[in-house]
């Protein structure tokens, strides 16, 4: 099984602010990763898929890079929306898809 | 619109049974594989069970038999039996459709909420 850890586990910044988010798997993942965002009481949203895709209607401050098993994702400006909890997704190795175990982004 | 609406949730006491629906509107459901992730309080994200557009089945490790994933395309409906049911079950299940782009996750429900009591 793959595993995902997502570093930091909390990210306090401001409005306006960059956010820099990082996943690393346990082993080479190519560039099949996603990101969502979860916001209280709604299911997650995808943000990005292989690794530096936005998904149709993500705003450009969204992006994604990395491959094998380092990636990021960064908001260059945050909005009031955005802050949320993050996870990152692998499809490289299944069964079992995995998760990360997250990245809440705070309002400082 | 295209939309996912988990039922069947609900409190059980461990040992016991629920079967998870998932009613699909909006899209050619019989196009598409379709999952169960559930997200608990000791483990967060967890996939659960795949099944493709032929009904193949795909499951967790953690399922160990107790659990049934399928399909009626006819009634655009996505079911999940689980049997045996133990307090770590306990979880928000959700209903996700993947993308075209592979197995994420682009369509989720709002959840269904499981309670196993011990």
């Known amino acids: 099984e793959i595993v995902l850890t997502q570093s930091p586990a909390t990210l306090s910044l401001s409005p306006g602010e960059r956010a820099t988010l990082s996943c690393r798997a346990s082993q080479s993942i190519s560039r099949f990763l996603a990101w969502y965002q979860q916001k209280p009481g709604q299911a997650p949203s995808l943000l990005i898929y292989?690794?530096?895709n936005r998904a149709p209607g993500i705003p450009a401050r969204f992006s994604g890079r990395g491959s094998g098993t380092d990636f990021t994702l960064t908001i260059s400006s945050l909005e009031p929306e955005d802050f949320a909890v993050y996870y990152c997704q692998q499809r490289s190795n299944w069964p079992p898809l995995t998760f990360g175990g997250g990245t809440k982004v705070e309002i400082k | 619109e295209e939309q996912l609406v988990e039922s069947g949730g609900g409190l059980v006491q461990s040992g016991g049974s629920l079967r998870l629906s998932c009613a699909a509107s909006g899209f050619t459901f019989s196009s598409f594989d379709m999952h169960w992730v559930r997200q608990t309080t000791g483990k967060g994200l967890e996939w659960v069970s795949a099944v493709g557009t032929a009904s193949d089945t795909y499951y967790a490790d953690f399922v160990e038999g107790r659990f049934t994933i399928s399909r009626e395309d006819g009634k655009n409906s996505l079911f999940l039996q689980m049997n045996s049911l133990r307090a770590e079950d306990t979880g928000v299940y959700y209903c996700a459709r993947v993308t075209k782009w592979g197995w994420y996750f682009g369509l989720w429900g709002r959840g269904t909420l499981v309670t196993v009591s011990s």
């Open positions: 292989d690794a530096s």
